[in-house]
């Protein structure tokens, strides 16, 4: 088991930081015990990342619409594009996206999922998470450039 943890904490943890942000390392812990706990429910081994991924992203979404019952910044309160914490910028811009909007952009591009992947992992419709990543995708753009 400490073998399995060691393999999946780091997968999990970059799955769970874009998506649940400052509860990224939350979501992480609940959604390594999901797994851990669903373990024996796994039928096919070899789909352990995705299985995995799946849980990740859901326990992610939760974790951040839980801790998003506060009032969220306006996005007129970015930072300039050119500051030197591009990092930084980014978190801040991704932090304005809805929960749902981040884990659909963390699957979509930075997993290198396709719409269909990411709709199965995250139980959404195809046509949901392109509406979705249209939405997210542009308001990080004009987020980005205000």
Known sequence: ???????????????????ALDDGPDAAQEALTVVFRSLRGLKEP???YGWVRTIAAREAVRVAR???????AELAE?????????????????????????????LRDLEGLDERTAAERLGLRVGTVKSRLHRA??????????
């Not at 400490?2 to 799955?15: H, K, S, T, Y």
């Not at 030197?84 to 981040?102: K, N």
């Open 1 to 19: 088991m400490n073998d399995l943890l060691d393999e999946l904490a780091p997968f999990v943890g970059r799955i769970c930081a874009p998506i």
């Open 46 to 48: 070899a789909a352990l």
């Open 66 to 72: 839980r801790a998003a019952r506060a009032v969220p």
């Open 78 to 106: 970015l930072p300039a594009p050119g500051d030197p914490q591009l990092a930084a910028d980014i978190r801040d811009v991704l932090a304005r996206l809805s929960p749902e909007h981040r884990a659909v952009l963390v």
């Open 137 to 146: 995708r542009d308001t990080f753009r004009k987020a980005w450039s205000a």
